[in-house]
């Protein structure tokens, strides 16, 4: 079982800042990729970012040069720097986590999901 907690998000003025933490607990063994989805209301989620523990990255072309994913092996915590923060980054950011090293956004490939923190940017 891997426990996530995720922590950061808010409100923020298009063209700003904000960072997002996921704490992964549990028996998240050595070899796992973590994520960051969002969703928007009336929107289906999609993936943002994943990082596997070879360091190998993927981004939404959405948010390509905006935002840095990020990983430390050693606590298990996933971080997502957003910058340039745009309106339709609005949405509610989910941690996911699969014991696989994935390649690609596919949600049903992750075994376990965050509660999620919500991230509102104003024009």
């Known amino acids: 079982q891997v426990h996530l907690v995720e922590s950061g998000g808010g409100s923020v003025q298009a063209g700003g800042s904000l960072e997002l933490s996921c704490a992964a607990s549990g028996n998240t063994g050595f070899f796992y990729s973590m994520a960051w989805f969002r969703q928007a209301p009336g929107k289906e989620r999609e993936g943002v970012a994943v990082i596997r523990t070879d360091s190998i990255e993927q981004y939404a072309n959405s948010v390509k040069g905006r935002f840095n994913v990020s990983l430390d092996n050693n606590y298990a915590i996933l971080t997502l720097r957003m910058n340039s923060l745009k309106p339709e980054d609005t949405a509610m950011y989910y941690c996911?986590?699969?014991?696989?090293?994935?390649?690609?956004?596919?949600?049903?490939?992750?075994?376990?999901w965050g509660q999620g923190t919500q991230v509102t940017v104003s024009s």
């Open positions: 996911a986590f699969s014991r696989k090293l994935l390649s690609g956004f596919l949600s049903g490939s992750f075994d376990y």
